[in-house]
């Protein structure tokens, strides 16, 4: 998304009223529970292909609703083309994570979404990923300098007051991919770090991906129960309703059952 | 009423001679105030049960945010409450000869008609939109445009000749006569307010104590720019008459405090558009009646940013750039999708809201 893309989206870009409407028309179809729209395949790939990036974005949410792999090629294509806007790409990221059995290329314009400068298609890219770990086996180590960079000291608290904090969504997506697919101690020594990430969401869901790993790789015991530790100090007041003590009950329980399994 | 018992009754050395006390404007704003508030707190319980039993109930959990959960099903239009809280000890303390006072209670009404309007086709019809933005904007400005008109063009203009065109900015000693540029600004003003507030009522508490902030600023000013020795050793416009739209604040902070009362977290009652449109309506209705529509940016700076934050959000980057800038708008629901938690995303605006109330009051000497 470039500035003079955005410039001129902002002046005026272009306006398909006729591919609007079609495709809101479809769009209210496929969400009211209508699936056998095979009559309707050569407007999908118009709208894909509009100049209307409302038109695209309709379309693209059909085929999300629809989850059908024949677009797979034409969603890869707006992911990783710089000049979409990011709702649609952003859209085509969550098309392809709704998929069985995407092609390589999709998997390739995830990669490659993962990497976007816009936060939304990067977490989507990257949950996406995160669905498809399996055939993935770099993934680990691709994801993880995501979440090298975690604000603290000085800049945490600045985080309140710039935008920095922004990324916390990738950062809550990066850490559940690595908790699906980590198995080595640099993956846990990272998670244990956004286990004190300032925001609490965070915070929680690097909680329990890092029991996973911890579990996966066997060596990380003691970084685990000093986690768990912190967590004690500031956690068990909460309500239990209150999602991060869900998510240290959760990742508590796990943590219990496995390492009593062993010991018995 | 009281005030026009006054009038007809005071007399020195009659038997009716303590009701001068009902002459003073600071006696009149304090009773009016407690006035405002009891009668809220009275008729608080019975409009509650009374809503709940008409099925006026927070239906739409609009941003998916966790902590929302518990609103569904919590009255809304509890903004009567506050109408009837302040319209009530109008009629008690203030003078009906006033138009300033008139000017007031009109945009109660209107505003707050058109709030309930909108609240009453959400709530039973099914309808999510409520009244469509075009008939509620044509509303808003409309009756903008009647209270601009009448403020500078009318025969009925309150203010002395040599006034009624001048525009009056804040931390500026001298103000500028461009009674057109006066009138668009009053339009903005109050037609702004009111979808300002609007705009800010999204989480329990957050709207009606800025509200409250608001007000008091804009009380002092109109005790100032209504006394005859205060007003000109400030620099300010000396507005005869402007005096008595301190009681008319005064009357608007007691039933907000007592609407807070049911409104703090967790709320037992939602103000609706009825209330917020009603609320923003009166304060832009009474800062252009004190020439401060200017300052209306400062003293509610923070409807200011809610508004910027939304309008922003939703009309570049949503609709014409197709992506987020915040995470989600108006500013309290990004504040609250990041993680805070709801009590701490109010209180923490209440405390912004009153630096930009205090910003304000410093410029009755900072010019």
Same mark, same amino acid.
Request: hydrophobic share 50%.
């Given at each position: 998304m470039s500035l003079v893309a955005d410039l001129g989206r902002l002046i005026g870009g272009a306006v398909d009223p006729q591919g609007r409407r079609a495709t809101e028309d479809l769009l209210r179809r496929v969400r009211d529970g209508e699936r056998d729209l095979d009559d309707k395949r050569d407007l999908i790939e118009t709208s894909l292909r509009s100049r209307d990036w409302v038109a695209v974005n309709n379309a693209v949410k059909v085929v999300a609703l629809l989850k059908d792999g024949r677009f797979a090629d034409a969603l890869a294509r707006l992911l990783t083309d710089l000049g979409q806007v990011g709702f649609v790409r952003r859209n085509a990221a969550d098309a392809l994570a709704g998929l069985d059995d995407p092609p390589q290329e999709a998997l390739d314009a995830l990669l490659v979404g993962s990497q976007e400068d816009y936060w939304e298609i990067r977490t989507s890219s990257i949950r996406a990923l995160e669905r498809f770990h399996e055939r993935l086996p770099d993934l680990e180590g691709f994801l993880r300098p995501a979440i090298e960079e975690v604000p603290r000291g000085w800049s945490n608290l600045l985080s309140q007051f710039t935008w920095r904090e922004r990324n916390f969504e990738v950062r809550i997506a990066v850490c559940s991919a690595l908790g699906a697919c980590g198995t080595t101690e640099g993956t846990a020594l990272r998670l244990a770090t956004c286990c004190?990430?300032?925001i609490w969401k965070v915070r929680g869901i690097a909680l329990e991906a890092l029991v996973r790993v911890a579990l996966r790789c066997g060596t990380q015991e003691a970084l685990v129960e000093e986690v768990f530790h912190r967590f004690d100090q500031s956690c068990l007041h909460f309500q239990p309703r209150f999602p991060l003590a869900q998510n240290y009950n959760r990742a508590l329980q796990t943590w219990e059952a496995a390492t009593s399994g062993e010991a018995g | 009423m009281l005030y026009v018992l006054y009038d007809l =009754? +005071?007399?020195?050395?009659?038997?009716?001679?303590?009701? $001068? =006390?009902?002459?003073y404007i600071t006696f009149r704003a304090i009773f009016a105030a407690m006035t405002a508030f009891v009668v809220t707190l009275i008729v608080g319980p019975a409009t509650i049960r009374l809503l709940r039993e008409l099925k006026m109930k927070n239906t739409i959990w609009e941003? $998916?945010?966790?902590?929302?959960?518990?609103?569904? %099903?919590i009255p809304t239009m509890g903004g009567i409450l506050i109408c009837v809280g302040f319209l009530v000890p109008v009629v008690f303390w /203030?003078?009906?000869?006033s138009i300033y006072v008139w000017l007031a209670v009109s945009a109660a009404l209107f505003f707050g008609f058109l709030g309930g309007w909108d609240d009453y086709l959400k709530l039973t019809q099914g309808n999510k939109v409520g009244l469509t933005e075009k008939k509620k904007l044509l509303g808003q400005f409309g009756f903008a445009i009647l209270v601009a008109a009448i403020l500078t063009y009318s025969p009925l203009s309150p203010y002395p000749t040599e006034l009624v065109g001048s525009l009056h900015i804040p931390f500026y000693k001298h103000p500028i006569d461009f009674p057109l540029l006066r009138f668009g600004i009053i339009v903005l003003a109050i037609a702004g307010a009111s979808n300002a507030v609007n705009l800010a009522d999204g989480l329990d508490g957050l709207a009606i104590v800025p509200t409250i902030f608001t007000t008091g600023v804009l009380g002092i000013f109109c005790y100032v720019e209504g006394n005859a020795v205060f007003a000109p050793y400030l620099q300010l416009p000396h507005l005869? %008459? =402007? %005096?008595e739209m301190v009681v008319v604040c005064a009357s608007l902070v007691g039933a907000s405090v007592g609407f807070l009362w049911f409104n /703090? +977290?967790?709320?037992?009652v939602f103000m609706g558009d009825l209330g917020s449109l009603a609320l923003g309506g009166i304060i832009g209705v009474i800062a252009a009646c004190a020439k401060q529509e200017l300052l209306l940016v400062i003293a509610g700076g923070l409807f200011v940013a809610e508004a910027i934050t939304s309008l922003m959000q939703r009309y570049i980057f949503v609709n014409r750039l197709g992506r987020r800038f915040f995470f989600r708008a108006p500013l309290h629901h990004d504040l609250q999708y990041r993680g805070w938690a709801e009590p701490k995303v109010v209180v923490r605006l209440w405390i912004i809201a009153a630096i930009f109330a205090l910003l304000a009051l410093s410029t009755l000497k900072l010019r």
């Amino acid at each position: 998304m470039s500035l003079v893309a955005d410039l001129g989206r902002l002046i005026g870009g272009a306006v398909d009223p006729q591919g609007r409407r079609a495709t809101e028309d479809l769009l209210r179809r496929v969400r009211d529970g209508e699936r056998d729209l095979d009559d309707k395949r050569d407007l999908i790939e118009t709208s894909l292909r509009s100049r209307d990036w409302v038109a695209v974005n309709n379309a693209v949410k059909v085929v999300a609703l629809l989850k059908d792999g024949r677009f797979a090629d034409a969603l890869a294509r707006l992911l990783t083309d710089l000049g979409q806007v990011g709702f649609v790409r952003r859209n085509a990221a969550d098309a392809l994570a709704g998929l069985d059995d995407p092609p390589q290329e999709a998997l390739d314009a995830l990669l490659v979404g993962s990497q976007e400068d816009y936060w939304e298609i990067r977490t989507s890219s990257i949950r996406a990923l995160e669905r498809f770990h399996e055939r993935l086996p770099d993934l680990e180590g691709f994801l993880r300098p995501a979440i090298e960079e975690v604000p603290r000291g000085w800049s945490n608290l600045l985080s309140q007051f710039t935008w920095r904090e922004r990324n916390f969504e990738v950062r809550i997506a990066v850490c559940s991919a690595l908790g699906a697919c980590g198995t080595t101690e640099g993956t846990a020594l990272r998670l244990a770090t956004c286990c004190y990430d300032p925001i609490w969401k965070v915070r929680g869901i690097a909680l329990e991906a890092l029991v996973r790993v911890a579990l996966r790789c066997g060596t990380q015991e003691a970084l685990v129960e000093e986690v768990f530790h912190r967590f004690d100090q500031s956690c068990l007041h909460f309500q239990p309703r209150f999602p991060l003590a869900q998510n240290y009950n959760r990742a508590l329980q796990t943590w219990e059952a496995a390492t009593s399994g062993e010991a018995g | 009423m009281l005030y026009v018992l006054y009038d007809l =009754l +005071y007399a020195e050395e009659s038997p009716f001679a303590f009701m $001068r =006390l009902f002459g003073y404007i600071t006696f009149r704003a304090i009773f009016a105030a407690m006035t405002a508030f009891v009668v809220t707190l009275i008729v608080g319980p019975a409009t509650i049960r009374l809503l709940r039993e008409l099925k006026m109930k927070n239906t739409i959990w609009e941003h $998916r945010i966790a902590s929302e959960e518990h609103k569904i %099903g919590i009255p809304t239009m509890g903004g009567i409450l506050i109408c009837v809280g302040f319209l009530v000890p109008v009629v008690f303390w /203030c003078d009906p000869g006033s138009i300033y006072v008139w000017l007031a209670v009109s945009a109660a009404l209107f505003f707050g008609f058109l709030g309930g309007w909108d609240d009453y086709l959400k709530l039973t019809q099914g309808n999510k939109v409520g009244l469509t933005e075009k008939k509620k904007l044509l509303g808003q400005f409309g009756f903008a445009i009647l209270v601009a008109a009448i403020l500078t063009y009318s025969p009925l203009s309150p203010y002395p000749t040599e006034l009624v065109g001048s525009l009056h900015i804040p931390f500026y000693k001298h103000p500028i006569d461009f009674p057109l540029l006066r009138f668009g600004i009053i339009v903005l003003a109050i037609a702004g307010a009111s979808n300002a507030v609007n705009l800010a009522d999204g989480l329990d508490g957050l709207a009606i104590v800025p509200t409250i902030f608001t007000t008091g600023v804009l009380g002092i000013f109109c005790y100032v720019e209504g006394n005859a020795v205060f007003a000109p050793y400030l620099q300010l416009p000396h507005l005869p %008459g =402007l %005096g008595e739209m301190v009681v008319v604040c005064a009357s608007l902070v007691g039933a907000s405090v007592g609407f807070l009362w049911f409104n /703090c +977290y967790p709320a037992q009652v939602f103000m609706g558009d009825l209330g917020s449109l009603a609320l923003g309506g009166i304060i832009g209705v009474i800062a252009a009646c004190a020439k401060q529509e200017l300052l209306l940016v400062i003293a509610g700076g923070l409807f200011v940013a809610e508004a910027i934050t939304s309008l922003m959000q939703r009309y570049i980057f949503v609709n014409r750039l197709g992506r987020r800038f915040f995470f989600r708008a108006p500013l309290h629901h990004d504040l609250q999708y990041r993680g805070w938690a709801e009590p701490k995303v109010v209180v923490r605006l209440w405390i912004i809201a009153a630096i930009f109330a205090l910003l304000a009051l410093s410029t009755l000497k900072l010019r």
